[in-house]
């Protein structure tokens, strides 16, 4: 069993920072990928950013330059440094992670954590 337990969501005014860890625990193999999406009420999830093992990271383009997405293979957690926020970003935050498994690739979901930017 995984779970992955998110943290340092919350209210921020508009040029504020936040900055969210995920931590993942239970039965942990390799992950591959950790990243973070983000949903607004009526539309679909969508990518924030992505770190891959191998070190490389996605972003989007709406977050680019303003969000830093960084993980501690060590302890099995990813954080989203998020600089410069917008009222757009107010959103639910979820943190994901693709992981190796005995009979696969399984991707794994956080529960949520609300960040809303407002004045």
């Known amino acids: 069993q995984v779970q992955l337990v998110e943290s340092g969501g919350g209210l921020v005014q508009p040029g504020g920072s936040l900055r969210l860890s995920c931590a993942a625990s239970?039965?942990?193999?390799?992950?591959?990928?950790m990243g973070w999406y983000r949903q607004v009420s009526g539309k679909q999830r969508e990518l924030v950013a992505v770190r891959r093992r191998g070190g490389s990271s996605d972003y989007a383009d709406s977050v680019k330059d303003r969000f830093t997405i960084s993980r501690d293979n060590a302890k099995n957690t990813v954080y989203l440094q998020m600089n410069s926020l917008k009222p757009e970003d107010t959103a639910v935050y979820y943190c994901?992670?693709?992981?190796?498994?005995?009979?696969?690739?399984?991707?794994?979901w956080g529960q949520g954590t609300q960040v809303t930017v407002s004045s």
């Open positions: 994901y992670i693709n992981l190796a498994e005995p009979l696969g690739v399984t991707d794994y």
């Open positions: 239970g039965s942990i193999g390799t992950i591959y990928t």
